[in-house]
Nanobody, 121 residues
Framework: QVQLVESGGGLVQAGGSLTLSCAASGIIFSIDVMGWYRQAPGAQRELVAT???????TYADSVKGRFTISRDNAKNTVYLQMNSLKPEDAAVYYC???????????????WGQGIQVTVSS
């Protein structure tokens, strides 16, 4: 079984920084793409950033220049460094893994349980 577990969320003042982590558990051989999504109350879940196993990144326009996604393939962990946070960044942040190759298992996509980020103005 493969699980993704987020950590690092919390409350931060506008202009502050926060780093999220997401670790995949299980006997995992590779994860093609790892990413972060977020969902604010009453809104749809939206892409924040993704990163491939080779290090290619994509970002939502709203976070470009402020957020940085990175990953440690050996630890099956993805990070999201968030700087210059704005109140509109407040949401539940979800980690996602795509095309996960694990022992006796192939998972097309797997979501984490989500973690709250609150930004006070």
């Amino acid at each position: 079984q493969v699980q993704l577990v987020e950590s690092g969320g919390g409350l931060v003042q506008a202009g502050g920084s926060l780093t999220l982590s997401c670790a995949a558990s299980g006997i995992i051989f590779s994860i093609d793409v790892m990413g972060w999504y977020r969902q604010a109350p009453g809104a749809q879940r939206e892409l924040v950033a993704t990163i491939t196993s080779g290090g290619t990144t994509t970002y939502a326009d709203s976070v470009k220049g402020r957020f940085t996604i990175s990953r440690d393939n050996a630890k099956n962990t993805v990070y999201l460094q968030m700087n210059s946070l704005k109140p509109e960044d407040a949401a539940v942040y979800y980690c996602k893994g795509e095309r996960i190759r694990a022992r006796d298992l192939y998972v097309y996509h797997q979501w984490g349980q989500g973690i709250q980020v609150t930004v006070s103005s």
